[in-house]
């Protein structure tokens, strides 16, 4: 039997981006299907807040880089409400490297990276999308970076997947219209642990002083600020599909960092 109340799947969503997001949808009436691959304790938090905002929520664990456990994600939600009406592919991966140290990556970086990055965005929309054509609506919205626009991130390998999720992001846009919207936000500076644990402390700070020294808002942001610019493309943008958004501070127009 089909819920009244939209559905919203989001991978990844025990820390950071994903939480914020899952949290902002459940504050507007949305039922929120919580994904982790090994953040239990930050997932079941992230459920706590959703659920004190009144809305029924499903927590699952699964690597969105095993088609299985995709498909699981999806019914689930169909088996708990009936519908699926949105995916924000937000679960991600990378590993730490500068660019010019180009031993310190290889084959089995790349294939990880992009198992989850870009097969798994990929696999997450083929599980939900027969849900949502049903419905004769949807709107997906993978999370993607500015390293994927500007080629700097956290490493090529990482660069590279999320300039194929913003490529992929506009096929599946025309493979799947009239009835899904498929779009990609691009985030630049993002507070918080990825980045924190990812660069060191001290490099952290610095980086993060050159970010807001650079850009011309002068700003990094917040895991909310993101989740806010998601909840618009699933929400409030109709007439919007096969975009890749940069909510970044203008970090693209900044000559160098």
């Known amino acids: 039997m089909q819920s009244d109340s939209k559905v919203?799947?989001?991978?990844?969503?025990?820390?950071?981006?994903?939480?914020?997001?899952?949290?902002?949808?459940?504050?507007?009436?949305?039922?929120v299907v919580i994904n982790y691959r090994n953040s239990e304790t930050e997932a079941r938090?992230?459920?706590?807040?959703?659920?004190?905002?009144?809305?029924e929520t499903l927590l699952i664990q699964g690597d969105v880089a095993e088609e299985g456990d995709c498909r699981r994600l999806a019914q689930a939600a169909l088996d708990a409400w009936g519908r699926i009406d949105a995916l924000v592919n937000n679960a991600g991966v990378?590993?730490?490297?500068?660019?010019?140290?180009l031993n310190d990556l290889n084959a089995v970086d790349f294939q990880r990276i992009y198992a989850v990055n870009v097969i798994g965005a990929y696999q997450m929309v083929r599980a939900c999308a027969p849900a949502m054509k049903r419905q004769g609506?949807?709107?997906?919205?993978?999370?993607?970076?500015?390293?994927?626009?500007?080629?700097?991130?956290?490493?090529?390998?990482?660069?590279?997947?999320?300039?194929a999720l913003n490529n992929m992001t506009s096929a599946?846009?025309?493979?799947l219209a009239p009835e899904i919207r498929v779009n990609a936000i691009?985030?630049?500076?993002?507070?918080g642990r990825w980045l924190r644990n990812g660069?060191?402390?001290?490099?952290?700070?610095?980086?993060?002083?050159?970010?807001?020294?650079?850009?011309?808002?002068?700003?990094?942001a917040q895991p909310e600020d993101i989740a806010e610019s998601i909840v618009w493309l699933i929400e409030g943008a109709r007439l919007v599909t096969g975009e890749t958004i940069m909510v970044d501070a203008g970090m693209h127009l900044a000559p160098s960092l």
């Open 8 to 31: 919203a799947i989001v991978t990844g969503s025990a820390t950071g981006v994903g939480a914020a997001t899952a949290e902002r949808l459940a504050g507007r009436g949305w039922r």
């Open 45 to 55: 938090e992230t459920q706590v807040a959703c659920a004190a905002r009144g809305v």
């Open 94 to 101: 990378t590993k730490f490297v500068k660019y010019t140290d």
């Open 137 to 163: 609506a949807g709107a997906v919205v993978n999370v993607s970076s500015i390293a994927g626009i500007t080629g700097m991130g956290s490493s090529v390998a990482y660069a590279a997947s999320k300039g």
């Open 172 to 175: 599946l846009a025309r493979a």
């Open 186 to 191: 691009c985030p630049g500076f993002i507070e």
């Open 199 to 220: 660069l060191g402390e001290q490099a952290y700070e610095s980086f993060r002083k050159r970010y807001t020294d650079s850009v011309p808002l002068a700003s990094t």
